[in-house]
């Protein structure tokens, strides 16, 4: 998959996830400074998944895999919506210069088609090394 948007085609977007990851950055902070269940509660809280989906976004405007962003051990069902990241793709994706808005909604279907293909064949791939390695712990 080529890089189908330049880094400063998606400025909004890094700035939107650097903005995210501070202020998930200070909720654990201050989650830190509790103690007992309450600080277990606060940093569960202070977990972000909207930040997840605009990393993700960000690496499908800019032509990367699933496979490149993510970890092979990711757990499958934790793994974000693909709703979720494709909005995100929608929102901050922009037309360029001279582009007619046909053209700017062709490009961008054609690199959410592909992330979306790319997403699910990721997905199954990760249930199925899941799957087989729980196999190998049972017959273990």
């Not at 699933?66 to 051990?73: D, G, I, L, R």
């Amino acid at each position: 998959m080529s890089k189908p948007y330049t880094r400063h085609e998606l400025s909004k977007l890094r700035e939107s996830i650097k903005n995210n990851a501070d202020d998930t950055r200070v909720d654990r902070q201050e989650a830190r400074e509790l103690s007992g269940p309450a600080r277990h509660n606060a940093l569960e809280g202070a977990k972000n998944p909207e930040t997840r989906e605009l990393l993700l976004a960000y690496g499908i405007l800019r032509g990367r895999t699933f496979s490149q962003m993510e970890s092979e051990h990711s757990d499958p069902s934790n793994l974000p919506e693909w709703s979720g990241i494709a909005s995100y793709c929608r929102a901050y994706a922009v037309g360029r210069e001279g582009e007619s808005s046909e053209e700017y909604k062709a490009r961008l279907d054609a690199v959410l088609e592909a992330a979306e293909a790319d997403y699910k064949a990721w997905k199954r791939s990760l249930t199925q090394s899941r799957l087989l390695r729980e196999a190998q712990r049972r017959a273990a």
